[in-house]
Each structure stands twice: as structure tokens, then as C-alpha cells.
Nanobody, 127 residues
């Protein structure tokens, strides 16, 4: 059974930083691409970033480019989302996700391309 567990969310002031973690089990993490999404109240789930199974290929949404970075530690079966210069509009529940297939370089930005999801972690940015 695949499990993705996010952690690291919390309340932070505008301009602050957080690092989210996504701990994976039940899948071969070394061959799994990982994506991060977020969903604010009343809004659709939005793509944030993704990283290929090798870690060499990443893609960041324009809305967070230059402020967020995605990385992974295959030895720890964990992916990370480092968020700097946070803004109130970054407030959302953040989810990590993995596609069904292995060795996927670019699963894309659509939530439907990802099969496995974590429970999410709340990020709240105060002004």
C-alpha cells in the first residue's frame, strides 16, 4: 500500500520560509516522480512543482517560481518543497503526489496524472 505523508506546514508571517516534507512508503521511491499541489478554500487544486525520479528534472509553476524549490533524497524516500518569501496568497493545504508509473520524467501538471496522494499539510501565511 502506497503512503505519502506530508509534514512541515504551519503558520508563518509573510516573507517567511517553510520546508515541507513528503515521506513515501509502499512504492519504489527511487523510480517515482513526485509532484506538489496546493488547494486554497473555494479553489481548485493547483500544481506547484514536480521532480523527476532522478531528481535532475524539475518544473516549477510560474506563480511560485523564484521562491519555491523542489528536491528529493532517494536514500530517505522523501521529497521536499522549500518555500521562501511566502505571501498570504500561498495559504493553502499542500499535497504531495506520485504518478502510477515508474521512471516518469514529466507527469505533467494535471492532478489526474497522479495516482497516489498524501493527506496534505496546512500552510497559513499571515500578512
Amino acid at each position: 500500500q502506497v503512503q505519502l505523508v506530508e509534514s512541515g506546514g504551519g503558520l508563518v508571517q509573510a516573507g517567511g520560509s517553510l520546508r515541507l516534507s513528503c515521506a513515501a512508503s509502499g512504492l519504489t521511491f527511487t523510480s517515482a516522480a513526485v509532484g506538489w499541489f496546493r488547494q486554497a478554500p473555494g479553489k481548485e487544486r493547483e500544481f506547484v512543482a514536480r521532480i523527476s525520479w532522478t531528481g535532475y528534472s524539475t518544473f516549477i509553476a510560474d506563480s511560485v517560481k523564484g521562491r519555491f524549490t523542489i528536491s528529493r533524497d532517494n536514500g530517505q524516500s522523501t521529497a521536499y518543497l522549500k518555500m521562501n518569501s511566502l505571501k498570504p496568497e500561498d495559504t493553502a493545504i499542500y499535497y504531495c503526489a506520485a504518478p502510477a508509473g515508474e521512471f516518469v520524467v514529466d507527469p505533467g501538471v494535471a492532478p489526474s496524472a497522479y495516482k497516489h496522494w498524501g493527506q496534505g499539510t496546512q500552510v497559513t501565511v499571515s500578512s
